[in-house]
């Protein structure tokens, strides 16, 4: 990206401070290296916020806002992009995941959450023991918002590879899953995104080991979040990851073709009268 090319502020919660930011600035009539000596900040460290490349601390926001004369603007978009609404121990994948050109993902268990449906999610954040109503939906929204990266103008390659027993675990019942298949079906007509199902009758095979999603960029995989319990991980270790995606064509070699698997969720569909 070039520093004259504008932000697409939908893209992320960096995004949008990104571009406020930038917009703040040249209403103020400053450059780049003058609001970074107002601030006590690098003029690069300016630019790269301003590019959405690096995520801004609260001290950097809290003085945009002194520095442009803002009532707390930059203080309330920095709190969006540390994704609060998230479990802490998750926040560090989501803002990996921001960054990706591609995302190969692996589940054998339920829908991921890139994919999932607000009814659908709701009911798998609502299994957790001791979790709240206010703490499902406040979850819920934050989960809402990591699915919007596939309005962006230019989302990441999406690649899922699921096990057939999630299409068919009925959560929530019928009505919820009959909307999770539908979607499941939609999504997979985006042009970024392909969807495939590891059948029931694959013998054993490395991914019933657990689920994780691996994040690379222009081709080459830098991150990767491995699920456990209580709580997955966010994986930067070169040696990990490179252990992950070979698992992950492992298993997609196990895998039916994309059309063939949306016969197989339109088949599920239908036999649960959906």
């Avoid at 990441?156 to 019942?173: F, S, T």
Wanted: glycine fraction near 6%; include cysteine.
């Amino acid at each position: 990206m070039s520093p004259h090319e504008e932000i697409d502020p939908h893209d992320s919660p960096r995004a949008i401070f990104a571009f406020e930011l930038r917009r703040h600035r040249r209403l103020a009539c400053l450059t780049q290296r003058q609001l970074a000596e107002r601030i006590g900040f690098s003029d690069s460290m300016v630019n790269l916020v301003e590019l959405a490349k690096r995520r801004p601390s609260e001290r950097f926001a809290e003085l945009c806002d002194r520095a442009l004369g803002l009532d707390g603007t930059m203080a309330r978009l920095y709190t969006a992009t540390t994704w609060r609404q998230a479990p802490e121990h998750f926040r560090p994948w989501l803002d990996e995941e921001q960054e990706a050109t591609d995302l190969r993902c692996w589940e054998p268990t339920i829908v991921p959450g890139l994919l999932q449906t607000e009814g659908y999610a709701r009911q798998i954040l609502g299994a957790s023991p001791g979790i709240t109503g206010d703490q499902v939906e406040e979850r819920l929204a934050g989960r809402m918002q990591r699915r919007a990266m596939l309005n962006r103008a230019r989302p990441p390659a999406l690649g899922v590879v699921m096990d057939e027993a999630v299409i068919r675990r009925n959560v929530g019942g019928a009505v919820v899953m009959g909307e999770q298949l539908r979607f499941l079906l939609e999504i997979a007509q985006h042009p970024q995104v392909t969807i495939q199902i590891v059948p029931s009758t694959t013998e054993v095979h490395c991914g019933l080991v657990g689920g994780f999603i691996i994040a690379e960029r222009n081709g080459s995989a830098y991150a990767a979040y491995a699920e456990a319990q209580p709580y997955g991980r966010t994986v930067d270790d070169q040696a990990t990851i490179a252990r992950l995606v070979r698992r992950y064509d492992a298993i997609r070699s196990e895998a039916v073709p994309f059309k063939q698997s949306l016969r197989l969720i339109e088949e599920v569909m239908h036999q649960n009268g959906s």
